[in-house]
């Protein structure tokens, strides 16, 4: 547990036994700071879901002591700092910061009619342009979060990024202004953020395209029936073959699938279709305009062989793209490489130097519970690369259940919010 500072930001994460000493340990961490001339007036606070029910308390623990009156944040299965995460444990992470005031508008947790949101925002947007939105949601509540993120967009015009709480508990949100707001759950809440807060934000996908980009000839509802004209499992099967083939160099043509998939010791494939690669292979969604550079992972929950089909967490209809993709520690970690160097270069180019303040990151819980976790303190770890690349920084997160950027819904992907 390390404080970490910069010019107007401050981010401390801690783990302990149950939520007060969790609270308390945050709390005695930013107490040197309390004496500041100029005092934080935002705070972002993520909690691990074996604290969920406590989220609330944490909060008004935390927004008595410090005077911070507006906060956001969420619940995950796992929180992330600078450098290290906690994952499966209770623990919170948090990032308090001094914004311009005015910068910045709290909304509370909304559903489909915007209500309180607007009464929140529609003010403030009469004097502020919403450059940026960080934007949480429930992703079990009845209406589809797309669809509140939508409204938002319209609303607003804000770039909208964030991520889904991820909880075997309650999915809580936190959005907060002076205690009202507070913690919610069945929507989506967050901030709103002016162009006088200077902040960067980047994408990196979790996965990598295999084969083609196929059109769905046939579907109804979440069941995929066919693709390019030809069942969509047998499709499915013959990209993947190509896929192993190519990995183990072999001629395409007479092959055994399951014995090169099988190889040096790896466990049997499973007889049961609805597991084979589960975890490892997925479906995409190709961002229109974007060819394979940007696309929407969604998991496939189930085959079947016989009829050809498959099913997704999402319709699909005639017409649509769709290509499979695979992932692993190794793509993990060469996409999220290439994010940080990207994002780099473009402060660089922008602003001269280098120099960010704070950051929040907010990773695909899928990803947390893979190697890369166990790996956080080594040079392999998703948030050691993320560290290297942007210095001990101010940081916090969470591992989401669905990541939030452009106002799209992605999977295996981590989302960057850089403050300047």
Same mark, same amino acid.
């Given at each position: 547990?390390?404080?970490?500072?910069?010019?107007?930001?401050?981010?401390?994460?801690?783990t302990?036994?149950?939520?007060?000493?969790v609270?308390?340990?945050?709390?005695?961490?930013?107490?040197?700071l309390?004496?500041?001339?100029?005092?934080?007036?935002?705070?972002?606070?993520?909690?691990?879901?074996?604290?969920?029910?406590?989220?609330?308390?944490?909060?008004?623990?935390?927004?008595?002591?410090?005077?911070?009156?507006?906060?956001?944040?969420?619940?995950?299965?796992?929180?992330?700092?600078?450098?290290?995460?906690?994952?499966?444990?209770?623990?919170?992470?948090?990032?308090?910061?001094?914004?311009?005031?005015?910068?910045?508008?709290?909304?509370?947790?909304?559903?489909?009619?915007?209500?309180?949101?607007?009464?929140?925002?529609?003010?403030?947007?009469?004097?502020?342009?919403?450059?940026?939105?960080?934007?949480?949601?429930?992703?079990?509540?009845?209406?589809?979060?797309?669809?509140?993120?939508?409204?938002?967009?319209?609303?607003?015009?804000?770039?909208?990024?964030?991520?889904?709480?991820s909880?075997?508990?309650?999915?809580?949100?936190?959005?907060?202004?002076?205690?009202?707001?507070?913690?919610?759950?069945?929507?989506?809440?967050?901030?709103?953020?002016?162009?006088?807060?200077?902040?960067?934000?980047?994408?990196?996908?979790?996965?990598?395209?295999?084969?083609p980009?196929?059109?769905?000839?046939?579907?109804?509802?979440?069941?995929?029936?066919?693709?390019?004209?030809?069942?969509?499992?047998?499709?499915?099967?013959?990209?993947?073959?190509? =896929? !192993?083939?190519?990995? %183990? &160099?072999? +001629? #395409?043509?007479?092959?055994?699938? *399951?014995? /090169?998939?099988?190889? $040096?010791?790896?466990d049997?494939?499973?007889?049961?279709?609805?597991?084979?690669?589960?975890?490892?292979?997925? =479906? !995409?969604?190709?961002? %229109? &305009?974007? +060819? #394979?550079q940007?696309?929407?992972? *969604?998991? /496939?929950?189930?085959? $079947?062989?016989?009829?050809?089909?498959?099913?997704?967490?999402?319709?699909?209809?005639?017409?649509?793209?769709? =290509?499979?993709?695979?992932?692993?520690?190794?793509?993990?970690r060469?996409?999220?490489? *290439?994010?940080?160097?990207?994002?780099?270069?473009?402060?660089?180019?922008?602003?001269?130097?280098?120099?960010?303040?704070?950051?929040?990151?907010?990773?695909?819980?899928?990803?947390?519970?893979?190697?890369?976790?166990?790996?956080?303190?080594?040079?392999?770890?998703?948030?050691?690369?993320?560290?290297?690349?942007?210095?001990?920084?101010?940081?916090?997160?969470?591992?989401?259940?669905?990541?939030?950027?452009?106002?799209?819904?992605?999977?295996?992907?981590?989302v960057?919010?850089?403050?300047?």
């Amino acid at each position: 547990m390390t404080l970490v500072t910069s010019p107007n930001f401050a981010s401390i994460a801690a783990t302990g036994a149950d939520w007060r000493t969790v609270a308390r340990q945050l709390l005695a961490a930013l107490e040197p700071l309390r004496a500041r001339a100029e005092p934080f007036n935002l705070g972002f606070l993520y909690v691990s879901d074996h604290l969920a029910a406590e989220t609330e308390n944490i909060l008004a623990v935390m927004r008595a002591v410090s005077g911070i009156e507006c906060w956001v944040g969420a619940v995950g299965l796992g929180v992330c700092t600078s450098g290290t995460a906690y994952v499966d444990k209770p623990a919170a992470s948090l990032l308090v910061g001094r914004l311009a005031p005015g910068s910045f508008q709290i909304f509370p947790v909304t559903d489909l009619t915007l209500a309180g949101a607007r009464d929140a925002l529609e003010p403030w947007l009469d004097h502020h342009e919403a450059l940026l939105l960080l934007a949480h949601g429930d992703p079990l509540a009845e209406t589809d979060p797309a669809l509140v993120l939508a409204e938002l967009e319209r609303l607003t015009g804000g770039f909208i990024v964030g991520g889904m709480s991820s909880s075997r508990r309650d999915h809580v949100v936190i959005a907060d202004q002076g205690g009202a707001g507070g913690v919610g759950i069945g929507g989506i809440g967050g901030a709103a953020f002016s162009s006088d807060v200077a902040a960067v934000t980047a994408l990196t996908q979790g996965c990598v395209p295999f084969g083609p980009v196929h059109v769905v000839t046939a579907a109804e509802d979440n069941i995929l029936m066919e693709l390019d004209g030809r069942p969509a499992f047998d499709v499915f099967a013959q990209d993947l073959k190509d =896929m !192993a083939l190519a990995r %183990a &160099g072999e +001629d #395409m043509q007479g092959a055994d699938i *399951r014995e /090169i998939l099988t190889r $040096d010791g790896a466990d049997a494939l499973p007889e049961d279709p609805d597991r084979i690669f589960k975890g490892e292979v997925h =479906m !995409a969604i190709p961002v %229109a &305009g974007s +060819d #394979m550079q940007d696309y929407m992972v *969604r998991n /496939i929950s189930g085959v $079947d062989p016989e009829s050809g089909c498959m099913a997704l967490p999402q319709a699909l209809h005639p017409g649509d793209h769709v =290509m499979f993709v695979h992932r692993d520690d190794e793509t993990v970690r060469t996409d999220l490489t *290439r994010m940080l160097m990207d994002v780099r270069e473009r402060v660089l180019r922008d602003h001269g130097r280098f120099a960010p303040q704070a950051a929040i990151y907010i990773s695909c819980v899928a990803r947390a519970m893979t190697g890369m976790s166990a790996e956080n303190q080594d040079s392999g770890g998703e948030m050691a690369i993320v560290r290297g690349f942007l210095g001990d920084i101010p940081l916090a997160g969470f591992y989401a259940n669905g990541e939030i950027s452009n106002q799209r819904l992605y999977g295996h992907t981590g989302v960057l919010i850089l403050f300047l």
